[in-house]
Structure formats: structure tokens, C-alpha cells
């Protein structure tokens, strides 16, 4: 009698383990990560065989980093290079490949500038602003896009509107005449979704080439970024996405490091303009979609060395 008993306990606990693995398979399976650039559709982390990095919107918002370069320094076999200070030229490199081999994506269409020497992708003045997430996925990747992703692919994503209206507004102060701006409002529905985001960054900054070496004049830089996404679904198997993303700079540069290398009439003026629209149509329910993908277009107007009025 007394072993039947110690064999009916033995089975009750062997089915309450099952069923409590089988519970937590379940939760772990819905909170799984889900990135698209390893294979340019939606998979989860832990079935790409790719190495890739993700930094999610909590991160971004949690370092208070206002710019994306600032961010990409985080992210292991990324090498980030900037010239001078604020607004100088900045390229990055995946596991020690040059930059041009460092394909840049936002919301899936190309950033890099074909009309610079090595093709590359400036980061100078990219905010982080609006952004959802950046997937990084390190080595070659020529089968998917290209030999411009030869080292890697950064893949930047717009954020998305949900749920009940949200905002918010800040204002923060610092050493060097620094000062920063930002707003931003968010929200969604079943039929519309839609984010907004401002920012302004003034700093009076400090000389490049080094105060010790005689040089007094300051660089300074002023940013003004603006990036919306709007987006409708009128049905359950489409949708529509507008977005359109705004960068206008004006930075100090010096000619060097070292004696003599002041410029005060050294002034680079940067405009940069976004502009994509996107669809997707779920085609047999819940076994695929495809996007439909509208005229997008991306301008940079760049001003270099400008001469500053006499005040």
C-alpha cells in the first residue's frame, strides 16, 4: 500500500513539471526578440545564426545619448572614428572592414552616400530621436545586399505609434554654453498610428585644435531634428507607413590639431532630408506577407568651408 502511494505522488510530480515547462516554453516563446535584417524577414533572435546585436528602445531611452553614434560605441567589433568635434565627419567599421563596407539602412533603405569617395555613411548628425531599435549584424552579408555590406549591415528603425496618446517634453543645461531641447508624442489606433519627434541641441564648445597650443576660438554646433512616422491600416491585411525625417546642422571646424590651426571662418552647414512610404499586404492569412515598397528619397546638402560675416 505504502509503495502505491509513493508511486502515485512520483507521477503527480512528474506531470505538475512537465506542465510547468511547458508553461514557461510557452512565455518565453511570446517574449522572444523578433529583428528582420539577418535574413530581410522577421525571425527570432535565437534562430539567426548570424551574429547580430540588437539596442532596444528601453536602452536608447535609458542612456539619454542624443546621438546615434553615441550609441554604435556600445556595440562589440564596431569601430567609431569622428574627425574633430561636434559635427565632424564620422564613419564606422565592422570587425576592423573599411566603412564603405558598412551598409546602413533606415527603415530599410539605403544611407549611404554614393557621392563621397568611399561611399560611406556620415553619423555626425543622426539623432536618436524617433528611433524603435538599431539591429547590428557583424560579417559579411554581400548574398543579401550587396558588397556594400561586406563588413556588416546597421539597420536603423523608425518608431511606431501604440496605444493611448503619450508625450513628453525636457529641457536640459550644461558646461560650454550647451544646451538641448526635446519633445515628442506618440499614440495609436487600430486604424491610425503615429509619432512625432523635435530636438535642438546648441553648444558653444571649446577648440579642436587645443587650447594649450594658442588656439582660443570655440567650434561651436547647433542641430535641429525633426522625424515623424504616421501610419493606417484600412484593413486586416494592410497597411501604410509615411515617414519623413529632417536634419539641419551647423558645426565649427578647425583646419588641425596643433599652433595656429584656429579657422573662425571655418563653417559647415549640413541639411539632410527623409522621405519613404511603405506597404504590406498578409497575403494567405497567416503563412506570409509581402511589402510594397512606394517612391523614397533621401537629400544631403552640404555647405563646406563658408566664409562668417564681420560682426
Known amino acids: 500500500m505504502m509503495c502505491i502511494r509513493k508511486w502515485c505522488g512520483f507521477v503527480v510530480l512528474m506531470q505538475a513539471l512537465v506542465f510547468t515547462t511547458h508553461a514557461f516554453g510557452q512565455d518565453s516563446s511570446q517574449l522572444e526578440e523578433i529583428v528582420v535584417t539577418a535574413n530581410r524577414n522577421e525571425a527570432a533572435l535565437d534562430e539567426i545564426g548570424s551574429s547580430i546585436s540588437v539596442i532596444t528602445r528601453e536602452e536608447i531611452d535609458r542612456s539619454k545619448k542624443p546621438f546615434v553614434l553615441d550609441l554604435l560605441r556600445t556595440v562589440p567589433a564596431l569601430d567609431v572614428v569622428q574627425s574633430g568635434g561636434p559635427g565632424g565627419l564620422t564613419s564606422v567599421s565592422i570587425r576592423g572592414a573599411a566603412s564603405e563596407y558598412t551598409l546602413v539602412l533606415l527603415d530599410g533603405v539605403r544611407m549611404n552616400d554614393p557621392s563621397t569617395p568611399g561611399a560611406s555613411y556620415d553619423f ?26 561586406m563588413g556588416g549591415v546597421i539597420n536603423i528603425i523608425t518608431r511606431q505609434g501604440t496605444g493611448k496618446p503619450s508625450g513628453f517634453v525636457s529641457a536640459e543645461g550644461g558646461s560650454f554654453g550647451t544646451a538641448t531641447e526635446k519633445a515628442a508624442i506618440s499614440g495609436g489606433t487600430e486604424l491610425l498610428r503615429y509619432s512625432l519627434g523635435l530636438s535642438r541641441e546648441d553648444t558653444s564648445g571649446f577648440s579642436s585644435a587645443g587650447e594649450k597650443y594658442g588656439n582660443h576660438e570655440t567650434d561651436g554646433f547647433h542641430s535641429t531634428s525633426i522625424s515623424t512616422r504616421l501610419g493606417v491600416t484600412p484593413s486586416r491585411i494592410f497597411d501604410v507607413d509615411c515617414i519623413v525625417r529632417y536634419l539641419s546642422t551647423k558645426a565649427d571646424m578647425d583646419n588641425g590639431g596643433g599652433a595656429g590651426q584656429d579657422d573662425p571662418n571655418s563653417l559647415v552647414r549640413s541639411e539632410q532630408v527623409f522621405v519613404r512610404g511603405q506597404g504590406r499586404l498578409l497575403l494567405f492569412d497567416d503563412y506570409g506577407s509581402r511589402s510594397l515598397e512606394f517612391p523614397s528619397a533621401t537629400w544631403t546638402g552640404t555647405t563646406g568651408t563658408t566664409p562668417t560675416p564681420p560682426t
Open 124 to 149: 555626425a548628425n543622426l539623432t536618436t530621436d524617433n528611433i524603435e531599435r538599431i539591429e547590428v549584424l557583424r560579417g559579411p552579408q554581400s548574398t543579401l545586399y550587396g558588397s556594400d555590406a
